[in-house]
Every structure is written in structure tokens, then in C-alpha cells.
């Protein structure tokens, strides 16, 4: 099993700003569409963002759209999760997902089956 490695997670206060890295083990995100998601405790996992391979195509949860950004550093090997303006309600455990099938993120389509998963960061957004 490839895995994904999360970082960046933490504590800030409502309207302040975190990154998120992903970082893959074992292979290259070049190919790979990738995917946010977030679990709150008592909640469904969630769609938080999703960027193709390409990184022609995004796609985000209308709850974070304007908020969120999502990006890639092919050279890196990283994706980011650029986080501002947070809520409390942002508030979550957040993975990052990858999978090679480029359709699974479109400007129509944000889908939830990915491959590969990391173990998750922690955002914890309060005053």
C-alpha cells in the first residue's frame, strides 16, 4: 500500500490561516489527482478540495470555496491545502488522498474513492 503523509496541522484562531502539505511515500504525485477531505467528530468524512493531475481542473466544497486553495508542486512532490479565513467549523481531521484516475476531479465531479490515504492532520480552529 502507497501512502501519504499530511502536515501542517494545528491550533489557530477563527480568521487566521494554515497550509497543509502532502507528501507522498513510495511514488510521485505528478499522475495522481488528489483530494482533501476532512472528518469532524461526530460527522461524515467530506469533500474538502481536489485538484487533476494537470492541476487544469479544481474542485472545492461550497463551504470553503473563496477560503481554500489547493495547489501542486510537481518539482516538490508536494500538493498544499492553503487554509485562510478559518472557522470553527473548519475544525477536522484532514487527509489527503491520491489516485491516478484523473476523472475523479473536474469542475463537475468530485469523487471520494481515491487509492491511496494518509493518516491525517489536525486542524483545530478556536479562540
Known amino acids: 500500500q502507497l501512502q501519504l503523509v499530511e502536515s501542517g496541522g494545528g491550533l489557530v484562531q477563527p480568521g487566521g490561516s494554515l497550509r497543509l502539505s502532502c507528501a507522498p511515500s513510495g511514488f510521485t504525485l505528478d499522475y495522481y489527482s488528489i483530494g482533501w477531505f476532512r472528518q469532524a467528530p461526530g460527522k461524515e468524512r467530506e469533500g474538502v478540495s481536489c485538484i487533476s493531475s494537470s492541476s487544469s481542473s479544481t474542485n472545492y466544497a461550497d463551504s470553503v470555496r473563496g477560503r481554500f486553495a489547493i495547489s501542486r508542486d510537481d518539482a516538490k512532490n508536494t500538493v498544499y491545502l492553503q487554509m485562510n479565513n478559518l472557522k470553527p467549523e473548519d475544525t477536522a481531521v484532514y487527509y489527503c488522498?491520491?489516485?491516478?484516475?484523473?476523472?475523479?476531479?473536474?469542475?463537475?465531479?468530485?469523487?471520494?474513492?481515491?487509492?491511496?490515504w494518509g493518516q491525517g492532520t489536525q486542524v483545530t480552529v478556536s479562540s
Open positions: 488522498a491520491a489516485d491516478p484516475w484523473d476523472g475523479l476531479c473536474n469542475e463537475y465531479v468530485f469523487m471520494n474513492e481515491y487509492d491511496y
